[in-house]
């Protein structure tokens, strides 16, 4: 059974309140096998450029991830049913990768428990093979692997804040943080809302500055960020993205 990440451009969950969400960026390529999973890795890996470029499933992959950027499930869902029944082959050999852009379009569907169902089985399924999601550091697709081990748990890190199962999901949003092979702001920052849930105020000063650090731009325009920052300030802490400006 072979795992190959082909649908590239959906967003990942990411929360922005108890009832609000936020665009993110787009999963990563994953190029694994089970069991023996380095044989005819690059065979697979050649055949997905040819498959991405082919203009039916290229359609469809665009699709999902232009409609998830537009929050727009219904056309997201439609768009992975028709990728699947297209290419049946797909649910054999990329399970993963189906299941994972269906829990996310569960996510924002609002369907949480579908959500974390759905994150939940492809990280328990992938954790068969990358123990505690540890790919290792000599595997010819490190970097892709581990992004997307990395994704799938803030999904469900993401997930389980939005359930309010705030320390459940710091767990998981922690381990995302140690194992991404680049900082995401964005997994900062859902680390910052659970710690404010819990009344860490400082802990949650210091993940707001360093999603700050890693991506200035992006941190100072959250949407919720007036209300973060003045209850950090109200409780003692105001991080760098909450200064005035000069």
Known sequence: MKLLLTIMLASSPAIAGDSKTIPQDSPALMDIEVGNFEEDAEGVYS???RLMFTSREKRQVWEIGKA???RDTESAQKALDTLVREYPELKKDEPQAIIFHQATINFWKGDLNGAY???NKAIKELEQVFPNGIVPQGHKYWKENTSFMGKLYFGRGATELHQRKYAQAILDIDKAISISPEPRAYMQFNKCRALLRL???KEA???YTQAYKIDS?????VEDKVEICALLV???FQPQPCLPKK
Do not use: H, I
């Open 117 to 119: 169902e759905g994150f």
């Open 199 to 201: 009344n860490q105020y």
């Open 205 to 207: 000063a210091e993940a």
């Open 217 to 221: 731009t992006w941190a100072v325009k």
């Open 234 to 236: 109200k409780n003692g």
């Open 68 to 70: 998830l950027t537009n």
């Open 47 to 49: 055949k997905l450029r």
